[in-house]
């Protein structure tokens, strides 16, 4: 017993002693949390890549401010628990700069505290609206607020005269907010709900849901969720004779989901960042540059299509840079400021405008109504 | 006798050596990754009692863990402000309740932490009490299945439940204030309490499991595990004992839970998922089945490890790994003194098995 | 509920029913041989998909599906001669632990050689919008295949079992260890082969069930619960039992959704697991001795 114990002991301190921490910085540590792994791995995998990606390029230019930037990710594998641990780690014992991530609103929200216990800026790549509102200091978000897509959603229900609608939402966090949004948003722009079904994420098929929708006659489909699952919807749907328009909502923003789809996926109307049709931009647009760059950049370099998730996180990467670049420093509290200031922020999801008491810079105007034509993503004709 | 309070005094003297040489070599944040470890060591060694001593497989205990720590957050974040004019209040004047301000100011009127525990922790034990009896009376592959449907119908319920969360789970669950002055928190200046606070609830565990391991109970216990058939005719109350300890190990983990969502000030349905409990399961065995120190020590270590992301995007394969190795290679577990003997023989008899 | 959408019902209950009845009857096959559950089966099934969908980069689709069954199938067998084959009595609790473990091991290196991505097989005849239309009720045309293909994997391994030397040389196997010996059968190959069919089966099934829904490298493991839940169902080791099971557990899933929430879905696979375990573990077309007798 006395040599296990001895034995233990050793091998800890061991491992301490390899941890030994903070080399007094010349790099800029960003640490990053996302679900590499796991269950959210389709968000987190492509994110990690981006900022792999986006870090490398940087400091070939020379880093930040004369700095080169040592980037940490962590795989939470969407644990909150997991992603409170590295949290705790990244703040505390690496002395990260800012956090990049987490990918789930619910590791997010879990570590919303511990980042203001430690004033230390978090850049969340997750969806919730609870994230920044109410608003803390030092969390900011990059993606869209949902209530914007849906809004943009509604827009182009009213051209097309639509008022009854049928709802599938996933049984996710993203699912859940959207459903929450659209009901709340619904009946002051002229919609009723005829019909709101939640699918399990995993499900294999989804007839018997789209059956029930089919049944209550209604004028258009919303289907709100960022899993695989969904294009089994579209496919169940179509199956089943129903030709009703359906919605999408930016979680569909990834080329494989259309490709599960097959033909179905003709026709789907969704919001979505404009870094889908970038190609078609015209040459003026402010956010065609960009955009063109990074996806030339991931497509050449993973040699897969660039989705709207990994977009997430470049946009965070991007918002830290230029804030550093306001602030002409490497301050915390400095840049935290800049980053409240900053307007005019090109990023993939949209253009950001942040304020003190808007902690995540987009509009309605972030997006764009796309659709898709021939399996491939396209500019919703008028 | 005198054997094991040694072992529990080595074992205090290890937990304290630790502490000291993070403060020695200024590295006071292992203490985090330490204390979380500590919680999850503490489902783990009353799984150990189950699995190896009484022979229950269950592949479903972070169902347990889940329970308590899902009943407790619910119970502290629920605001029940809305109430306060109504009948319920006589659960202020009992004390159960408490007065608090939110993250975001605004007053939130919910159950003390105490009171919570105890509900979420009697809720567990009388959750296990009422599975245990319909399950235990399974054996091998049926009562294996059992435990892993009852994990997985309490992961569907947390996931599917807006009550609790749905997908998000319960955050901003406020601190534990034991007494005056010790509180059950994550946050940094209180890590050194926090610390020796786990770990003492995780002696204080041992100790209890070591007495009843070493007592009749637990003599009954190894013969129901050994020839369950035979100790139930020498009159051993099988069904009863293989209760008792299902109901124990479940109890554990309850109050892990609980103490583990207040440390992390939240909890997600990933606490509750059939990995979680594979993970427990692979730390016993790695440890050795019916070996509590061997289960100790190796949660310790490999919990450690995973939350300071050690195993990188490698985490569940190496879990999935450490299983086929162990049952592989050493199936009564690492830390045996037979080990090197055993496995000679293991490869020596392969041969054997084909002459007729 | 009209008689419509209770047709529809029936008919994505078939959907699904039929999904389950092949990983079903993949854990049968390898438990009669065996007696040992593979929680790994569900992995096979990915594998499947996931093989098919590589070599369709190359390939007409019915030679990928091949390679891919032949793939899953020397996998299967790779997997009993590495865990399993040189274990000396293992217990079921061992067993129980290293399939699990196995599960785990595929699933992570599913991962890190196929990423995390979703991938599909197209559609074997029409697309993903072509349907059959019976009065007001919509079939699409993969379900028939998916329905038809298992149908005839069953009849097969029917008369494989009944008829072939080798499947009889199994059978005996499950009935008798040691009497098959002393006739002379390998019960270590019998063993191999159990495995590989299963494999083989699932593989089968994975391929053909990809079109209607995607593969993904964790498509596994939600599969090979369902999959043990119907085997319970039918009883351990009674496959034409398995089938009927997934059709009643794939009707009662699809018809949970008029009453329950669909959230809910998953959990009455597991409700109904539990239940049978609780109250009738031989299941409901079994008997304790057929149990025993482990016909196939």
Redesign the interface.
Known sequence: MGRRLGAGVLVLLGLMWLNVGAEAGEPIRIGAILSVTGPASFLGAPEARTLEMVVEAQNKKGGIAGRQIELIVKDSAASPEKAFSFAKQLIEENKVFAIIGPTTSGETMKIKGVAEEGKTILLSCAAAEVIVNPVAKYVFKTPQNDNHAILKIFEQMKKMKISKIGVLSSNTGFGNAGKEQIGKLAPENGLTILVNEVYDKDASDLTAEVTKVKAANVQAIVNWSIEPAQSIVIKNARQIGLKVPIFQSHGFGNIKYVETAGEAAEGVIFPAGRLLVADVLPKTHPQREVLVQYKKDYESRYKEEASTFGGHAYDAFIILLKAIEKAKSTDKEAVRAAIEQLKGVVGTGGVFNFSPGDHNGLDINAFEILTVKKGKFALLGK | MRGRYLQLLGFTGLIVAIQLATQLTGNPYHLTQLTMSAYYSLLVIGLCLLIGYAGQISIGHAGFFAIGGYLSALLTTHDLSAYKGTALMWLAKAGVLSSRTGLYGGDLLTVHPWAACFVAVFATVGIAYAVGGPVLRLKGHYLAMATLGFGSIVYRIVLGSALVGAADGISEVPPFSLFPGLEVSGRAPLRVQNYYLAWGLVIAGMALLLNLVHSRAGRALSAIHGAEDAADATGIPTARYKLYTFVLSAAYAGLAGVLLTHFNGGIGPSEASIMKSIRYVAIVAIGGMANLWGALLMSLLLNYLSLRGYFGTYDDAVFGGILILIMLFAPEGLLRRHLPGELRRLFSRGDAEEAP | M?ID?FF??V???I??GT?YAVVAIGFNIIYNTTGI?NFAQGEFVMLGGMTAVTFHQFLPLPAAILVAVLITTVIGALVEIL?IR???Q?????M???T??????I???A??IW??????L??FTG?????I?FGGV???PQVLWVVGLCTLVVALLSVFFNYTLLGRQMRACAANRDAA??CGISA?NMVTLSFMLSAAIGALGGSV?CP???V?Y??G??LA?KG??VA?LGG?GNSAAAAGAGMILGALE??S??IL???????IA??I??LV??VK?SGLFGSAEAARLKEF
Not at chain 3, 90 to 94: F, G, W
Not at chain 3, 127 to 131: E, I, K, P, R
């Open positions: 009209s959408l529809q019902y008919v994505a209950g959907t699904y999904i559950i865990f040189w274990l000396y293992p217990s079921v609790l061992r129980i632990i290293i699990i473990g196995l599960s785990i091991l699933r992570e290196t991962l890190h990423g995390e991505s979703v991938r599909s197209p559609y697309s993903s919008v072509t349907s239309r919509y079939l699409s010996r002393l270590k069930v209607i829904t995607y993904k964790d498509s493991t939600p619960i043990f839940a319970i351990l699809s018809f959704i008029s929430p669909a959230a809910y879905k998953d959990a597991i409700t697991l539990l375990l609780f573990p």
